[in-house]
């Protein structure tokens, strides 16, 4: 099992970033998968969600309106399409495998390397 998150990078503030997290190793249909965010000395906090058809998604309010989530079950990857970035949502980005869709990062049972995302002008 091996999730592999890219796309991440430094961008100016208002600026747009797609992240992809590609998964290998089980089947992509049976599980939710989570975004969640971890900048340098604070706890790693959940960026958003997406159910397993994709159809339901939830959204921290920090990132609601500017944050899309996504998934192509067939290429077995789930997307974070990030608009209007703030220096604020600097961060080690990393997406997550669960059974159910949560908020919570202990109901997630794998989880990528994370991508590094810096919003600087």
């Known amino acids: 099992v091996q999730l592999v998150e890219s796309g991440g990078g430094l961008v100016q503030p208002g600026g747009s970033l797609r992240l992809s997290c590609a998964a290998s190793?089980?089947?992509?249909?049976?599980?939710?998968f989570g975004w969640f965010r971890q900048a340098p000395g604070k706890e790693r906090e959940a960026v958003s969600c997406i159910s397993t058809d994709g159809i339901s998604t939830t959204y921290a309010i920090s990132t609601k309106g500017r944050f899309t989530t996504s998934r192509d079950n067939a290429k077995n990857t789930v997307f974070l399409q990030m608009n209007g970035l703030k220096p604020e949502d600097t961060a080690v980005y990393y997406c997550?495998?669960?059974?159910?869709?949560?908020?919570?990062?202990?109901?997630?049972?794998?989880w990528g390397q994370g991508t590094q995302v810096t919003v600087s002008s």
């Open positions: 190793g089980f089947t992509l249909d049976y599980y939710a």
């Open positions: 997550a495998a669960g059974l159910e869709l949560s908020s919570k990062s202990y109901t997630y049972n794998y």
